[in-house]
Each structure stands twice: as C-alpha cells, then as structure tokens.
C-alpha cells in the first residue's frame, strides 16, 4: 500500500538555523499539506499545496516557512531561522483530491530547536 | 468559527467491552467528518469518513462512527474493545471558510483511549 514518507524522523538543530523537513507524497496525489503538533497539544495547520502554489497558510507559516515542491515527487517544508517554539512534530500529508477525500499523513519529523 | 470538540481528554474501557468517542462540530458548510488515529510515536491513520449518506459509516479495525446531524456529532464507536485500540483518537472536519479549493482539515484536541485488559 503506498504511503507518505517523510525524512528525517527525527531533527535537532540550533536556533537560528535553517532546516528543511523532507516529504514523499502518495505518487498520484495533487494536495499537499504540512501540518505540525506541538508535544501535548494539538494538531494545527501550517500550509495546503495544490498546483504547485501555495493555497493557504496559517498565521503560524509566516516569513520565516517556504515549501517547495521541487522535483514532482518531494515537498519540503524549510524553517529559515528556527525558533525555541519551532519545536514540535511536522506531518506532511497528501491527498488524490479536495474537499471529501481522506487525507493521508506521514510519519512525522520530530524537530527539537535547541 | 467552526470548530471540533473532542469533549474527553481521556477514555477508560475495559477489553471486550463497547467504546465510544465523542466529537461534535460546528460547520458553516457541508460537514465532511473525519477520524484519525495516532499510535505513540507514530503519523495520524485515518479511520474513516463521512461525506453524505448513510449515517453510520464503517471504517478500518472494527470502528464505526455515527453522524447526527441534529446535534451535530460524529461520535467513534466499537463494539467490542481491544487493547490494541489504546492510542490517540482524533477527530476533524473540513474547513470550509477558505474561498479556494484546497480544504484543510480542522483538528479537535484529541482523546486517549486506553482499553484495559
């Protein structure tokens, strides 16, 4: 069955660095999402994909996140200057279409900023 | 606003015995519901749906779920519990505020199930 992977599993750095967060989407899906959960707490929305353009952001996802879709089968989340809070798991997910199709996540990125 | 409530941070069955998990929502437009659940250390697993139809909708590992529309909930259910089923139960509908096409989902807080042996 195929699935979404992402790399690495798991990420310390320091803060004010810069990391990328890598995801394979399912191959035939057309929606990306990178979502993140803060330990404890819940999951919240970071960026939608689509068409290669972003097609909506959070208030978290400013300035400092880019995604890239750079090669029709990665999609990156990069984190330019990390922060303390920055700290948390990163999930990208894809789905085949919008609106009522399911969508499936990955194993998710632990980034510890340190 | 729309919203999900997961009104439980935690649920305590005993194995064999019927779970449920509750979710209400509050939706400005169609209520496409969601189940997801999460093992420790491990990615969100989607369980199951309901976009329109029947209102008891049947997913993965024995689970259903129940929409009611006039009370706006989408409770998980099963019927008898394992204790393979302990893990973080997560419940979300589609957001319908954004004008564009590419819908995210919106995430209740999430319930721990624990099914004691």
Known sequence: ????TQTPSHQVTQMGQEVILRCVPISNHLYF?????ILGQKVEFL??????EISEKSEIFDDQFSVERPDGSNFTLKIRSTKLEDSAMYFCASSLGNSFYEQYFGPGTRLTVT | AQSVAQPEDQVNVAEGNPLTVKCTYSVSGN???F???QYPNRGLQFLLKYITGDNLVKGSYGFEAEFNKSQTSFHLKKPSALVS???LY???VRDWSNAGNNRKLIWGLGTSL???P
């Open chain 2, 114 to 116: 624990a099914v004691n």
């Open chain 2, 85 to 87: 089923d302990s893990a």
């Open chain 2, 31 to 33: 209520p496409y519901l």
């Open chain 1, 47 to 52: 960026v939608s994909f689509y068409n290669n």
């Open chain 2, 35 to 37: 189940w997801y659940v």
């Open chain 1, 33 to 37: 999402y990178w979502y993140r959960q």
């Open chain 1, 1 to 4: 069955e195929p699935e979404v």
């Open chain 2, 90 to 92: 997560f419940c979300a």
